[in-house]
Structures are given as C-alpha cells and as structure tokens.
T-cell receptor, first 112, second 111 residues
Framework: DAGVTQSPTHLIKTRGQQVTLRCSPK?????VSWYQQALGQGPQFIFQYYEEEERQRGNFPDRFSGHQFPNYSSELNVNALLLGDSALYLC???????????FGSGTRLTVV | KQEVTQIPAALSVPEGENLVLNCSFT??????LQWFRQDPGKGLTSLLLIQSSQREQTSGRLNASLDKSSGRSTLYIAASQPGDSATYLC??????????FGKGTMLLVSP
C-alpha cells in the first residue's frame, strides 16, 4: 500500500519565479493538506483540499495556491518566490474526519 | 488559537536510558494528538495517535499519554537506542482537520 508521494524531492528556484509541487495521497485517503517547515521549526499549515476545493487555509498569502484533482492528488503553487519561501514543503493525506495523518517525505525548496 | 510547546528543545542521553518528552497545548478542546518522528531533512513518520477519549497508547518501546484537562501529553521511550536519534514532534488536531505542531525535541542517543 503506497504511502504519500511527493515530487520533486529537491528544487532550486530564483526569486520572482513560480514553482509547482505535487503530491499523491495514500490509497484510500480523500483529503490533502500542505505544510511549510522552516529550518528548526515545526510545520505550519498552509491549506487543505477536499472534494477538489480548498477547505481550510492557514496564515499564508495569496501567492500560495493549490489544486486537488479528481484522483485526490494535489498541487501546491507558489508565485513570485521570495527568499523566505525556502523551506521543506510537506504534504499530508487523511480521511476528512482527520483521524490520523500520513506525511510524505517532502520537497526541499531553495530560493536564491 | 491553539499553541503547542515541547520541552526540552534538545536532549542527549546514553544508550539504554529511559526518557520522557513533554508536549503542552493551550486549548484542551482537542480531537486527537499525534506524535511524529522526523529524521534530518526528511518527512514525518507517525509514531502514535491518541484520541481525545483515550489516556494512552503504546507501540513497542514507545508509550504516549494524554491528559486533556491539563493540556499535556508525554512520550516515553524505553531503553533508548542510537537509532532513536531524531526530532520528535507533537501535533494537536483541534477538530478542524488541521494540525498544530510544536517545534520539536531533538534527541541524540549516544552508544
């Protein structure tokens, strides 16, 4: 049973560019959440998708957007990248009831 | 707004010791609490999930307890091993299907 798959594993972008990160949830899960983890910090909630709609959103600017597809996979898009966007981006899947989350290995984004 | 604090921030112990990691949260109205392990630069591995109605959960050498009324959870690791070296994160689900994390406890177990 495949867990959560994220791609790419590492990414280097230049300030001002746009980036797309991808996530495939664990089989049987219908909800995808995205988290940003800066070095030495705990993960911070970005947003959550269920039934192809954004259900909850954390304290992140509109430069951060996402999408969920009919097969439950999801994308995280970040526009106009800033140096401060450099972080590990984690995808978590669950059932909508939120009864336990499974995380992927993350995408390490470096903005130079 | 839920806030989660983990103490200590870092811990170094010799192999074989029993140890306790602490997690406190400000809003006791939680749905469940989950402990994760994170190796450097890697994703999160779920260790234990405790529902709000439960007092503890056990998996192998790990035991997690929950005292919802006092806003506390502990993760007990028995007979620690060098392979236990990692950062341990506590995350609270307050019922809105999102997790609030602490900053973690970085554990180093030396041979």
């Amino acid at each position: 049973d495949a867990g959560v798959t994220q791609s790419p594993t590492h990414l280097i972008k230049t300030r001002g560019q746009q980036v797309t990160l991808r996530c495939s949830p664990k089989s049987g899960h219908d909800t995808v959440s995205w988290y940003q983890q800066a070095l030495g910090q705990g993960p911070q909630f970005i947003f959550q998708y269920y039934e192809e709609e954004e259900r909850q959103r954390g304290n992140f600017p509109d430069r951060f957007s996402g999408h969920q597809f009919p097969n439950y996979s999801s994308e995280l898009n970040v526009n106009a990248l800033l140096l401060g966007d450099s972080a590990l981006y984690l995808c978590a899947s669950s059932l909508i009831q939120g009864n336990g989350y499974t995380f992927g290995s993350g995408t390490r984004l470096t903005v130079v | 707004k839920q806030e989660v604090t983990q103490i200590p921030a870092a811990l170094s112990v010799p192999e074989g010791e029993n140890l306790v990691l602490n997690c406190s949260f400000t809003d006791s109205a939680i749905y469940n609490l989950q402990w994760f392990r994170q190796d450097p630069g890697k994703g999160l591995t779920s260790l234990l999930l405790i529902q709000s109605s439960q007092r503890e959960q056990t998996s192998g050498r790990l035991n997690a307890s929950l005292d919802k009324s006092s806003g506390r959870s502990t993760l007990y690791i028995a007979a620690s091993q060098p392979g236990d070296s990692a950062t341990y994160l506590c995350a609270v689900n307050s019922g809105y299907s999102t997790l609030t994390f602490g900053k973690g406890t970085m554990l180093l177990v030396s041979p």
